[in-house]
Each structure stands twice: as structure tokens, then as C-alpha cells.
């Protein structure tokens, strides 16, 4: 048996509309150092993004080590690995691993392992976490963020770049399986976005198969072998299939993500379904839509924003509806009523009226495609004329339609 904590997404050195979240992030960190200290897990694995940027200020990067001595402190025979993700450098996470690792068994992982020959050496990117008595407990395949096309070559050539992905996946799973003779409990960990799950909060690009800038991938891709998955980069927590699950940000990094932030506990039988269970992670500063459901005109907003208790600490994101812009002064109202109040006014969130909408929508190239000639133009004559088209003008535009089609054929 091997228990396990599994975090990631810490975002450290966020600057959130202009305000130093430090505080909270100092917060998480001591409250993950008690977490450990109560659960006496063998393992922590933080999946990706534990800095905002790959350009961390100093104060942060100490925050960061300050962190980690705690933890380590809290179950000293406790191993922690750490995974680069899209937002971090991997040169940074990996710059004092052998200093981590000699001083307090943490392997810090920014690449996949490479030999002389740019091929992979999937041993490196393999942690048997070993219990006080010297025993194995269990391995962890670590994987930070790589972009499908630079996982390293193959070795026979004879895949494309495409799949080196899926095999780099498969073949660090065989690596761990070869040394695995006592059978213990297997984690992966990658950062990276899993097809089906659920991205709310995240900005997506529907029906290209990518989130935001990173190709989606199947569970299938990421092979087999292993008991748990400890996904990364999805923000809200939930599980992918029986054996993978995203824990989700300890801390929401955008209005959008309105979930129960937690870390996971996962405690792994060697070919069993883990048991999965959450512990809640408490922000100092909240982030609150205000008000939660439909947006409503600026003026009531601005009324939310004053009932909002003075000594409640907090960000705020306005809900409003608007028929084109926010009327002028709103933001300076908005900064004006919060400036004595412990919260922090941050911005706010536009809806256009129905009617803007329907003036203004656009047409997704998926169903812009599904259209008829005359749908695309009756819809763009209501848009410039204001009007439907009469039974005369469908009949002249069917018989041009006509004209060019026979043109086209002669």
C-alpha cells in the first residue's frame, strides 16, 4: 500500500489585477505543511505550475523553498516530487536538484530524461519512494509539461513526431515495470489536458481538440500500468476515469473557477482502484462574483458592491449587462466604493443584451459550414437591412444561385 498527496497548479507569483496574493499563497503552503503532518503520506506529487511565470520573482522563489523545508519537516521520510508545467521553466524547477534531493529527498523534474544520443533515459524520470525501514512502498513516473513534438526522438524511427507523445508514455511505463518486481503501487504524473474532461474556467477553442494553446490528449495515449494518475493544468478538480483524477488549483486563479479547492489523498493497492478523498484548502481572500447568477444592470452591481460587509476580505468581479460598454466613471465608482472596505474592487464582467447578441453574433466556422447559401444570406440581409428577405427577393437570390452554378458547369 502507498499513500500519496497529489497538488499542483499553485500558481505562485500570481499578481492578480494588479494585487500581490503572497499572503494567501504563504497561507496555502502552511496549511499543506499541517495536511502533511496530520496524513504522514509516503509521497507528495505536485503536478505542474507551481509558478505563475517562468520568470519568478525572488521573494517568490523563497516563498516557494521556505515552503518546501516546511513540508519536509512536517514527515521528513515523506518523497516529494515535483513536476514542471506550462507556466514554469524547466531549467528553474530543475536548478538546484541535487540540492533538493541530497538535502531533503525532493526530486525537482523539468524535462524528460535524455542520453547523449537525445534518446530517452526513462530512468531518470522514475522515484521509487522507499519507506524508513529502506522497503519500496511504490514508483512514480514523473512527467512535466512537454509539447508532443519535443518528447525525445525514437529510437527506431519508425513513428511519426506526432505519437512520440503516446510512446514516450508507454515505454516510461514498461521502464518502471521492468524494475518493479515486488509489484508495488504505480503513479504517473503529467500536466496536461485530458479529452472529455471537464475545462470550465478555462478558456477553450471548441471542436479544434485544444484548450487554450495545448493539444488535448486521450487517457488511451498515456498508456498502462499505472494504479493512479496524478493530473495537472486542468484548475477544477474531478476524475478523468477510475484511476486518473485532476486535483485542481488549492487556490482559484480566475473568477471563472467556482469549485471547492482542495489537495487530494489517494491511497494505491497495486491493481486496485485508488481511494480518493479531498482536503478543503481555505483562501484568506476569496474571489466573489458579484452578484453570483444573472448579471444584472451597473447600477445594481454597484449596490451588491456597497451591502458587500466592509470587514470581509475578498476579490470582486461585477456581473453586469450592457447594451454596448460600460458607461463611463463605472470603474472609478466601483474603485471609490471598495477603497474602504477590506475586499479589492477588480473588474467586471460584461454581458451583452439579448438583442446586442443577436445584432452582433457571430458564426462558428463549424456551423457556418452547415448553412445554405440562402440561410447565410437571409442572415447577414436581417442583419444590414433590419428586415427579413421578402418572397421576391428569395426568388431573385435563388435564380443568381441558379446562374452561377450554371456557369460554373459549362
Same mark, same amino acid.
Given at each position: 500500500?502507498?499513500?500519496?498527496?497529489?497538488?499542483?497548479?499553485?500558481?505562485?507569483?500570481?499578481?492578480?489585477?494588479?494585487?500581490?496574493?503572497? !499572503?494567501?499563497?504563504?497561507? *496555502?503552503?502552511?496549511?499543506?505543511? $499541517? +495536511?502533511? @503532518?496530520?496524513?504522514?503520506?509516503?509521497?507528495? &506529487? %505536485?503536478?505542474?505550475?507551481?509558478?505563475?511565470?517562468?520568470?519568478?520573482?525572488? !521573494?517568490?522563489?523563497?516563498? *516557494?523553498?521556505?515552503?518546501?523545508? $516546511? +513540508?519536509? @519537516?512536517?514527515?521528513?521520510?515523506?518523497?516529494? &516530487? %515535483?513536476?514542471?508545467?506550462?507556466?514554469?521553466?524547466?531549467?528553474?524547477?530543475?536548478?538546484?536538484?541535487?540540492?533538493?534531493?541530497?538535502?531533503?529527498?525532493?526530486?525537482?523534474?523539468?524535462?524528460?530524461?535524455?542520453?547523449?544520443?537525445?534518446?530517452?533515459?526513462?530512468?531518470?524520470?522514475?522515484?521509487?519512494?522507499?519507506?524508513?525501514?529502506?522497503?519500496?512502498?511504490?514508483?512514480?513516473?514523473?512527467?512535466?509539461?512537454?509539447?508532443?513534438?519535443?518528447?525525445?526522438?525514437?529510437?527506431?524511427?519508425?513513428?511519426?513526431?506526432?505519437?512520440?507523445?503516446?510512446?514516450?508514455?508507454?515505454?516510461?511505463?514498461?521502464?518502471?515495470?521492468?524494475?518493479?518486481?515486488?509489484?508495488?503501487?504505480?503513479?504517473?504524473?503529467?500536466?496536461?489536458?485530458?479529452?472529455?474532461?471537464?475545462?470550465?474556467?478555462?478558456?477553450?477553442?471548441?471542436?479544434?481538440?485544444?484548450?487554450?494553446?495545448?493539444?488535448?490528449?486521450?487517457?488511451?495515449?498515456?498508456?498502462?500500468?499505472?494504479?493512479?494518475?496524478?493530473?495537472?493544468?486542468?484548475?477544477?478538480?474531478?476524475?478523468?476515469?477510475?484511476?486518473?483524477?485532476?486535483?485542481?488549483?488549492?487556490?482559484?486563479?480566475?473568477?471563472?473557477?467556482?469549485?471547492?479547492?482542495?489537495?487530494?489523498?489517494?491511497?494505491?493497492?497495486?491493481?486496485?482502484?485508488?481511494?480518493?478523498?479531498?482536503?478543503?484548502?481555505?483562501?484568506?481572500?476569496?474571489?466573489?462574483?458579484?452578484?453570483?447568477?444573472?448579471?444584472?444592470?451597473?447600477?445594481?452591481?454597484?449596490?451588491?458592491?456597497?451591502?458587500?460587509?466592509?470587514?470581509?476580505?475578498?476579490?470582486?468581479?461585477?456581473?453586469?449587462?450592457?447594451?454596448?460598454?460600460?458607461?463611463?466613471?463605472?470603474?472609478?465608482?466601483?474603485?471609490?466604493?471598495?477603497?474602504?472596505?477590506?475586499?479589492?474592487?477588480?473588474?467586471?464582467?460584461?454581458?451583452?443584451?439579448?438583442?446586442?447578441?443577436?445584432?452582433?453574433?457571430?458564426?462558428?466556422?463549424?456551423?457556418?459550414?452547415?448553412?445554405?447559401?440562402?440561410?447565410?444570406?437571409?442572415?447577414?440581409?436581417?442583419?444590414?437591412?433590419?428586415?427579413?428577405?421578402?418572397?421576391?427577393?428569395?426568388?431573385?437570390?435563388?435564380?443568381?444561385?441558379?446562374?452561377?452554378?450554371?456557369?460554373?458547369?459549362?
Amino acid at each position: 500500500m502507498m499513500k500519496i498527496l497529489h497538488t499542483s497548479d499553485w500558481h505562485l507569483g500570481q499578481v492578480f489585477y494588479k494585487y500581490d496574493r503572497s !499572503a494567501e499563497q504563504h497561507d *496555502f503552503l502552511a496549511q499543506l505543511a $499541517a +495536511i502533511v @503532518k496530520r496524513e504522514q503520506p509516503d509521497a507528495m &506529487v %505536485v503536478s505542474g505550475d507551481v509558478y505563475d511565470t517562468g520568470a519568478p520573482s525572488a !521573494a517568490t522563489v523563497k516563498m *516557494f523553498t521556505d515552503g518546501m523545508l $516546511a +513540508i519536509h @519537516k512536517a514527515c521528513p521520510a515523506m518523497t516529494i &516530487v %515535483v513536476t514542471a508545467g506550462n507556466h514554469d521553466s524547466p531549467s528553474r524547477i530543475e536548478s538546484e536538484q541535487s540540492l533538493w534531493q541530497a538535502a531533503a529527498g525532493i526530486y525537482m523534474i523539468g524535462a524528460p530524461g535524455r542520453k547523449d544520443d537525445g534518446q530517452a533515459h526513462y530512468e531518470r524520470n522514475i522515484i521509487a519512494v522507499k519507506r524508513s525501514d529502506g522497503t519500496v512502498a511504490g514508483y512514480i513516473a514523473a512527467v512535466p509539461y512537454v509539447n508532443p513534438a519535443n518528447f525525445p526522438a525514437i529510437a527506431d524511427g519508425g513513428e511519426e513526431a506526432t505519437n512520440r507523445q503516446s510512446y514516450y508514455f508507454q515505454h516510461l511505463l514498461g521502464a518502471v515495470a521492468a524494475i518493479n518486481r515486488d509489484d508495488c503501487p504505480v503513479v504517473l504524473m503529467a500536466h496536461l489536458a485530458v479529452t472529455g474532461a471537464d475545462f470550465t474556467g478555462h478558456k477553450q477553442i471548441e471542436g479544434l481538440g485544444r484548450m487554450g494553446c495545448i493539444d488535448t490528449v486521450a487517457i488511451s495515449a498515456l498508456g498502462t500500468g499505472y494504479d493512479y494518475l496524478a493530473l495537472g493544468h486542468i484548475h477544477r478538480p474531478q476524475n478523468v476515469s477510475e484511476r486518473a483524477r485532476y486535483c485542481g488549483t488549492p487556490l482559484a486563479v480566475s473568477f471563472d473557477e467556482q469549485c471547492e479547492h482542495s489537495v487530494t489523498i489517494a491511497t494505491l493497492q497495486r491493481h486496485e482502484p485508488p481511494l480518493v478523498r479531498t482536503v478543503p484548502i481555505k483562501n484568506l481572500k476569496p474571489l466573489h462574483t458579484l452578484p453570483p447568477g444573472k448579471p444584472v444592470d451597473v447600477e445594481q452591481a454597484l449596490k451588491c458592491l456597497e451591502q458587500y460587509d466592509d470587514d470581509k476580505p475578498g476579490y470582486i468581479c461585477l456581473n453586469v449587462e450592457v447594451e454596448s460598454y460600460l458607461p463611463g466613471g463605472a470603474t472609478a465608482r466601483a474603485a471609490a466604493i471598495a477603497a474602504g472596505k477590506k475586499c479589492c474592487f477588480c473588474t467586471f464582467k460584461t454581458t451583452k443584451t439579448a438583442q446586442q447578441v443577436l445584432d452582433k453574433q457571430a458564426i462558428a466556422y463549424v456551423d457556418f459550414k452547415k448553412l445554405t447559401p440562402l440561410e447565410i444570406a437571409s442572415q447577414y440581409y436581417k442583419r444590414k437591412i433590419g428586415r427579413e428577405m421578402n418572397a421576391s427577393e428569395i426568388a431573385m437570390f435563388n435564380q443568381a444561385c441558379q446562374e452561377a452554378q450554371n456557369e460554373k458547369n459549362t
